[in-house]
């Protein structure tokens, strides 16, 4: 598979991810306890080239799709993540460079002030992954949201994953919203509130307080 062509699937993956997130977790505090709504017909396998169940691959036969997931204090993730790439989807190596960026869909920080271990990865181009981390992930740090045990598909990851360029504040906001929402419904996100997508996409740029 050409790493153009992964990307297209994984984006796919997500807009699913984003419609039915019940099969989609992006965090989780334990692989052995995935809660049964989420369970589905999986299975989790430990990474056997990664030391002290560092990283999962997690199976859903049901969707015919492989996950990977890495501890969030785990370093080599890079490494493991391209290998699994490469022996998984037959990914050539030499498309692996140093554009591509292999990234935690919840940040290592948010994941372990909220109480989640291990975390979902993806494959990100260098520049997104740089334009979310910068200053809209640190944002999150500063919530006071409880700690949960797991934490499912979110406006953010899917934006980001799906290359969406995100409002650097307030005022791009306002003027990109109706651009953002008619982005993600192109992609096929369904939103299912009535009072429509920017609603929602308001009520959690607010609730998480985004920018």
Same mark, same amino acid.
């Given at each position: 598979?050409?790493?153009?062509?992964? /990307?297209? *699937?994984? %984006?796919? $993956?997500?807009?699913?991810?984003? @419609?039915?997130?019940?099969?989609?977790?992006?965090?989780?505090? =334990?692989?052995?306890?995935?809660?049964? /709504?989420? *369970?589905? %017909?999986? $299975?989790?396998?430990?990474?056997? @080239?990664?030391?002290?169940?560092?990283?999962?691959?997690?199976? =859903?036969?049901?969707?015919?799709?492989?996950?990977?997931?890495?501890?969030?204090?785990?370093?080599?993730?890079?490494?493991?993540?391209?290998?699994?790439?490469?022996?998984?989807? =037959?990914?050539?190596?030499?498309?692996?460079?140093?554009?591509?960026?292999?990234?935690?869909?919840?940040?290592?920080?948010?994941?372990?002030?909220?109480?989640?271990?291990?975390?979902?990865?993806?494959?990100?181009?260098?520049?997104?992954?740089?334009?979310?981390?910068?200053?809209?992930?640190?944002?999150?740090?500063?919530?006071?949201?409880?700690?949960?045990?797991?934490?499912?598909?979110?406006?953010?990851?899917?934006?980001?994953?799906?290359?969406?360029?995100?409002?650097?504040?307030?005022?791009?906001?306002?003027?990109?919203?109706?651009?953002?929402?008619?982005?993600?419904?192109?992609?096929?996100?369904?939103?299912?509130?009535?009072?429509?997508?920017?609603?929602?996409?308001?009520?959690?740029?607010?609730?998480?307080?985004?920018?």
């Amino acid at each position: 598979m050409k790493i153009k062509d992964y /990307f297209v *699937k994984q %984006k796919s $993956e997500m807009v699913q991810a984003f @419609n039915k997130p019940a099969h989609y977790p992006i965090g989780i505090k =334990n692989p052995n306890n995935f809660p049964t /709504f989420l *369970k589905r %017909k999986h $299975e989790i396998k430990f990474d056997p @080239n990664v030391r002290n169940n560092n990283a999962f691959i997690r199976y =859903n036969s049901e969707l015919d799709q492989i996950e990977y997931w890495v501890h969030i204090n785990y370093t080599g993730y890079r490494k493991s993540y391209f290998r699994h790439l490469e022996e998984a989807f =037959n990914i050539s190596s030499e498309e692996l460079t140093s554009d591509w960026h292999a990234d935690h869909m919840l940040g290592r920080s948010f994941a372990r002030k909220f109480g989640v271990e291990y975390v979902r990865m993806c494959l990100l181009h260098k520049d997104q992954n740089t334009s979310y981390g910068r200053k809209f992930e640190k944002n999150l740090l500063k919530q006071n949201h409880r700690k949960r045990d797991i934490f499912l598909m979110t406006y953010l990851c899917a934006m980001k994953v799906l290359d969406i360029k995100i409002p650097l504040n307030n005022n791009e906001y306002e003027k990109r919203k109706s651009e953002i929402v008619q982005n993600l419904i192109n992609e096929g996100v369904v939103f299912h509130d009535q009072r429509g997508g920017e609603h929602s996409l308001d009520q959690y740029f607010r609730c998480w307080k985004i920018i």
